[in-house]
């Protein structure tokens, strides 16, 4: 298996980092590291059928699952179990899990573009392996540890990143009881394997630009299938 980790920072709090391809994982990371003191990140980087991997798929109807490099067989009966897992996995306690989240609609448009680039042919089987189907399943499952948990799992929205980055580390800070690095926040530019982060790119997402990069046939299906309740709790809207 090989031991070849993520390992970013130096400090007390150990951390898994998760979160669907597309939803800003990498630019989270480094707004920790940059505003917060004693964060290191440890995340397995190639066994991508590990739970130590930060887009390892967690839930349990493994057929969804949209890449062979990805097939796995776990499955947990609770947060405890899957914790226990991957501090065998990497050899270390693990403090605090911290998960990316993107709205529905613009994590698609991105996403349906990696995809393509990655050859990912299973939204064409049948309407039950939509990727919307896997961001529904990836998401329940962090949601309901996070409610097993909620001292040790955060989901993080990206949009709140973009629009009000003091507030959204004020948050956090407190529900994770971290300590700032800065009185004032910083905000990463570059980040590894992303572009740079301009006003144009900012106000994609901020004024609903990639609503017209849906069709209009998707923005009929989709909202029959996101979880409703799942977007509810997590104050996104759904579309009709």
Known sequence: MGKRYINSGQGEHSVLLYGMQ???????????LQNFKDISFYNNDFARCLPTHKHFRLYDEKSIIPDVRYYNSFTYKSFKDYKKHVEQ?????????????KDP???????KKHAKKNKFAFIKRSLNSHYIIDYNLFYRKWFDFSREAPAEVLLIKYEDLITDLETSLANIGETLKLERSSKTAVNPGKVPMSRN???????FYKDNKYL?????????????????????????????
């Open 22 to 32: 597309r939803t800003g994982s990498n630019y989270m990371q480094q707004v920790f």
């Open 89 to 101: 996995i990497s050899e270390r306690e693990i403090n605090l899990f911290v998960v990316s989240i």
């Open 105 to 111: 609609y613009s994590w698609y448009v991105s996403y």
């Open 197 to 203: 982060f301009t006003s144009t790119r900012a106000a």
């Open 212 to 240: 017209d990069l849906i069709t209009e046939r998707e923005k009929s299906v989709i909202p029959h299938l996101l979880d409703q309740e799942l977007l509810s709790a997590l104050n996104y809207k759904i579309i009709k």
